[in-house]
């Protein structure tokens, strides 16, 4: 599945686009993820723990930096993840991409999404939702790791590194998604 997500941070493209590539800064913004390795300049082992209700799920992640187009202002990563009680896969292509904004940066991140065994049986809208979500959670970290304090930006890694709690998110995912249908169907009777 396709999800496409954006954000925008209030700093110049430049020193956006150096926290990009600083994969172990960025990994540890990321909800429930934990940096474990870094193998060389462009790979690195990460844990990435999810709860689902009742069902909690921690894969353990080889991250590839797979391109880097510095004239665009792009990267591409891709993520492999094993759920460790081999219950399931994930499998990423994320790229990320910056253009200037006024007075800041806008961030656009493209993912190819697929996944397999408990976490696969949500539907594409729910896991867009969710996913939305993390993205905003996410884009918290990182502005804080371009503009806080240093105890601010360290405040905000130790936040983003708690487990992911999907049953949150995927309530408000579904209060979204009935809220859509319902203006659809409200659109279609007027």
């Known amino acids: 599945m396709r999800l496409e997500n954006s954000f925008e941070v209030p700093a110049p493209p430049d020193r956006a686009w150096e926290l990009l590539l600083d994969v172990p800064r960025v990994v540890p913004c990321m909800p429930g993820a934990e940096l474990k390795e870094t193998v060389d300049d462009s790979n690195w082992k990460a844990d990435v723990a999810v709860k689902l209700?009742?069902?909690?799920?921690?894969?353990?992640?080889?991250?590839?930096?797979?391109?880097?187009?510095?004239?665009?202002?792009?990267?591409?990563?891709?993520?492999?993840?094993?759920?460790?009680?081999?219950?399931?896969?994930?499998?990423?292509?994320?790229?990320?991409?910056?253009?200037?904004?006024?007075?800041?940066?806008?961030?656009?991140?493209?993912?190819?999404?697929?996944?397999?065994?408990?976490?696969?049986?949500?539907?594409?809208?729910?896991?867009?939702?969710?996913?939305?979500?993390?993205?905003?959670?996410?884009?918290?970290?990182?502005?804080?790791?371009?503009?806080?304090?240093?105890?601010?930006?360290?405040a905000a890694v130790t936040e983003a590194a708690k487990p992911v709690s999907g049953l949150r998110l995927a309530l408000a995912a579904l209060i979204r998604s009935i809220q859509r249908l319902l203006r659809r169907l409200f659109r279609r009777s007027s």
Request: aromatic share 2%; hydrophobic share 40%.
């Open 53 to 154: 209700g009742p069902v909690s799920l921690k894969f353990a992640t080889d991250v590839t930096r797979q391109q880097v187009d510095e004239a665009a202002r792009r990267v591409t990563l891709s993520a492999k993840g094993r759920e460790l009680r081999g219950r399931g896969a994930a499998r990423a292509t994320v790229e990320s991409s910056l253009a200037a904004t006024n007075g800041g940066t806008r961030v656009d991140i493209v993912t190819d999404l697929s996944l397999s065994g408990p976490a696969a049986q949500y539907g594409r809208g729910m896991v867009a939702d969710v996913s939305s979500q993390l993205v905003g959670r996410f884009a918290d970290c990182l502005q804080k790791q371009l503009e806080a304090t240093p105890a601010e930006a360290e």
